[in-house]
């Protein structure tokens, strides 16, 4: 949790890069690699994880952008990769999905296909009959990870909390429940978005690269701090975390793409 201190530096930064934030926020060079978040980062929260899309304006500035970095852009998310291929068709980009549990070095691979881990079955049968339940709930089987959406049914947050305590206790200290937008996941500890840039930075096109990542969550904090231990750049969408940067909006995101895309246009 943030300082009452540390609360303010970031108030205060995010004034100074609202009064002046398309010239301010250093836009990518040639030299730079790109990780960006997919949800509540490039495009807005829909009511359900199966409503996302991505507007066609965006996917042809990630493939212009993608090219402007010969290929060293990926997507980085708590989606599965087969999930961000249709969000993003006919666009397939290299993707890190289940939050580092899933990772594509190259558009040209499948998406993988990770088996479902038999260790989460009591979680999926307990939700199931929770949401039932409790109308609104929705529920969200990654197959190595698995979510419980309580956007339509805030009410219904603590009594989810309490049950999911007992299933946590039961999967032992590999997993841990990891809160996102008004959600839960329960998914192994060894998965992390920061282990997925860094594996990706071991590799080209992103090696040797100065590195970039966007993220709006709490679930993208340890990929911020990977990046600024490499003297890279992080930049926070919205108000749930903070960053070296900061965007009001997915919408402010998609235009700082589109300003440095523009930068490499012909």
């Not at 495009?43 to 290929?71: D, Y």
């Not at 969000?87 to 549990?101: D, K, S």
């Not at 929770?130 to 969200?140: D, K, Q, R, T, Y």
């Amino acid at each position: 949790m943030l300082s009452y201190t540390d609360k303010l530096a970031h108030a205060a930064a995010r004034a100074i890069v609202r009064q002046d934030m398309n010239s301010r926020i250093p836009l990518p060079t040639a030299a730079s690699c790109l990780f960006l978040d997919v949800d509540g980062t490039l495009i807005e929260f829909s009511s359900t994880p199966t409503l996302a899309a991505a507007p066609p304006a965006l996917k042809e500035c990630l493939n212009e952008v993608s090219a402007a970095l010969g290929g060293a852009l990926a997507l980085v998310s708590g989606r599965r990769v087969a999930d961000l291929d249709t969000i993003f068709f006919p666009l397939r980009l290299p993707c890190a999905g289940v939050h580092g549990g899933e990772r594509r070095e190259r558009p040209d691979l499948l998406a993988p296909q990770s088996p479902s881990d038999a260790r989460l079955d009591a979680v999926r049968e307990r939700m199931r009959e929770f949401s039932v339940m409790h109308p609104g709930i929705v529920i969200e089987d990654k197959a190595i990870s698995y979510v419980v959406h309580y956007k339509r049914n805030t009410a219904a947050r603590l009594e989810l909390e309490h049950a999911l305590q007992p299933l946590l206790a039961a999967l032992g200290p590999e997993f841990h429940a990891m809160r996102g937008h008004m959600s839960i996941e329960i998914k192994p500890r060894r998965f992390s978005k920061a282990a997925a840039i860094e594996a990706f930075l071991l590799t080209p096109p992103f090696k040797d690269r100065a590195p970039i990542f966007i993220g709006d969550d709490v679930t993208d904090m340890d990929g911020f701090r990977t990046i600024e231990a490499r003297n890279g750049i992080s930049i926070a969408v919205g108000d749930r975390v903070h960053a070296q940067w900061w965007l009001p909006d997915p919408a402010a995101a998609r235009q700082w793409l589109s300003d440095f895309a523009a930068t490499y246009s012909p």
